[in-house]
Structure formats: C-alpha cells, structure tokens
C-alpha cells in the first residue's frame, strides 16, 4: 500500500460522520465540492442545482470559510476536501 494508511469501511463511515457534524456542511455543500471536484465552473452550478448563482456563491464562500479559513479557490477548496477525506 505504500505506506498510505488503511481505514475500514466502518472507521471511514464515522469520520465522515464526524467531519460532517463539526464542519458544518450539508448536502447542497457536498453536492457543490463534487461539481468542483469535476471542474465544473461556479457559474455552471445553477444548472446542476435548483439554486442561483448568488446562492452558490454564498455556499462556496462558506466552505471556503470552514475548510481554507477563507482563502483560496475552487482548486483549493478541492483539495483540502479531498485531504481530510470528504472526497
């Protein structure tokens, strides 16, 4: 495994579970780290979600705020999301 750490289905089901509380995020969030994790453009988002460009910036901006301490973008915020295994 060269040398990544192993977790079981179990252990990762409660991390996420708890990452989820303490950071949070609900699934419109998740929804939109996914849409960036495909690269989609903030301004496409509207047409994957039932919600305005103002409200996805809004939403960004909050997960920006809880993963990056509000710095950074799109790829950034990719990033840390996938770092601490909400991807």
């Known amino acids: 495994?060269?040398?990544?750490?192993?977790?079981t289905a179990t252990i990762q089901k409660v991390r996420n579970e708890f990452l989820t509380e303490?950071?949070?995020l609900d699934a419109i969030d998740y929804r939109i780290l996914g849409?960036?994790?495909q690269?989609?453009?903030?301004?496409d988002i509207p047409m994957?979600?039932?919600l305005s460009l103002s409200?996805?910036?809004?939403?960004?901006l909050h997960i920006k705020?809880?993963?990056?301490?509000?710095?950074?973008?799109?790829?950034e915020i990719v990033a840390s999301a996938?770092?601490?295994g909400l991807l």
């Open 1 to 7: 495994m060269n040398g990544e750490t192993f977790y």
């Open 22 to 24: 303490k950071l949070d």
């Open 35 to 37: 849409l960036l994790a």
């Open 39 to 43: 690269k989609v453009k903030t301004k």
């Open 48 to 50: 994957h979600l039932n």
């Open 55 to 60: 409200a996805i910036e809004k939403r960004k």
């Open 65 to 75: 705020n809880v993963l990056l301490m509000g710095t950074g973008g799109s790829k």
């Open 82 to 84: 996938k770092r601490i």
